[in-house]
């Protein structure tokens, strides 16, 4: 198992820039494929980014341009940076840590979820 806390969320105007952090704990960090999920009031727990262990990356089509995962496995951190924010990305942001086989549209594949941050955009 791997212990996830998320931090770098705040209150920003839409256009503006977040570089969200997940610190990660336990062994073998370097296997796990990481992503990010966002669930904005009302609606489901949506997949916003992923990297496997390999190192290929996933994005929704919504952020896909705008928003780049990575891993420092050195580190033992993964990242959400996001540019050019918009209202709709105001959700709370979740880490959340697989391994194995999984399906990063599929949140029930991963193991270890991190407290959440809040992400919040203006217009």
């Known amino acids: 198992q791997v212990q996830l806390v998320e931090s770098g969320g705040g209150l920003v105007q839409a256009g503006d820039s977040l570089r969200l952090s997940c610190a990660a704990s336990?062994?073998?960090?370097?296997?796990?494929?990481m992503a990010w999920f966002r669930q904005a009031p009302g609606k489901e727990r949506e997949f916003v980014a992923g990297?496997?262990?390999?190192?290929?990356?996933f994005y929704e089509n919504s952020v896909k341009g705008r928003f780049t995962i990575s891993r420092d496995n050195a580190k033992n951190i993964v990242y959400l940076q996001m540019n050019n924010l918009k209202p709709e990305d105001t959700a709370v942001y979740y880490c959340a840590a697989a391994r194995g086989t999984y399906i990063f549209a599929r949140p029930t594949d991963f193991s270890s979820w991190g407290q959440g941050t809040q992400v919040t955009v203006s217009s």
């Open positions: 336990g062994r073998a960090f370097s296997t796990y494929g």
């Open positions: 990297i496997r262990w390999v190192g290929d990356t």
